[in-house]
């Protein structure tokens, strides 16, 4: 009969260990690297999605400018081939913690930002496309989607930072290691003028 007892008793016991252990674990902070993580993950999708946004419109500005421009071969290749390059490095979620490949995205991206803001300039020689209206409806997209990508950058940089933080610091770094085996984010270096979009003078 005792034991019959002990046996009814023993499970529910179990359960509310497991369940006070369980809230004690949230309680110190547990969450907070796969919640931090999840964070920097979405933010690097935006940069992404803004990157996407970018190279999609870039063939549309050629296409326009080329009709304007013929003589400007080297500047439309040069955008073309930095568009081609940048969309060939891919830095996914998963691979955010490689610094080789983040470098080489980051590489690509600049080098393509470059391309695009001396395109820009260059079209300043040509009056009639200055004021075709397809030109500055495509010219004030790309000015808007530059401005996003800096905003999505900095929301990337300060969600990786804040990550990077928990999983370095008590209590974090006891969980990141124990629970989670989390890797330290890489985040962008900041080059000169890459928080504004290519200078553009009409």
Avoid: H
């Avoid at 989670?180 to 553009?200: D, I, L, N």
């Amino acid at each position: 009969m005792s034991f019959a007892l002990s046996t009814i008793f023993r499970r529910p016991l179990a359960v509310a260990a497991v369940a006070l252990l369980g809230l004690a674990l949230a309680g110190c902070g547990v969450n907070n690297v796969p919640t931090l993580e999840e964070k920097a993950k979405a933010s690097w999708g935006e940069v992404q999605n803004q990157y996407q946004r970018r190279a999609d419109l870039i063939p549309n500005l050629v296409e326009t400018v080329k009709g304007y421009a013929s003589q400007e071969r080297e500047v439309l290749t040069a955008v073309v081939e930095a568009r081609a390059r940048a969309s060939q490095v891919k830095v996914d979620a998963s691979t955010i913690t490689d610094p080789v490949r983040f470098k080489e995205f980051q590489d690509a991206q600049n080098q393509l930002s470059g391309a695009l803001g001396r395109l820009l300039v260059t079209v300043e020689r040509y009056p009639d496309l200055k004021s075709n209206q397809n030109f500055l409806a495509l010219q004030s997209q790309l000015e808007g989607t530059e401005n996003r990508v800096a905003v999505a950058r900095r929301d990337f940089i300060q969600a990786v930072q804040a990550f990077n933080t928990e999983i370095r610091t008590f209590p974090g770094v006891i969980w990141a290691r124990l629970f989670w085996g989390a890797k330290a984010m890489e985040s962008f270096a900041a080059t000169t003028g890459a928080e504004r979009p290519p200078a553009v003078k009409f």
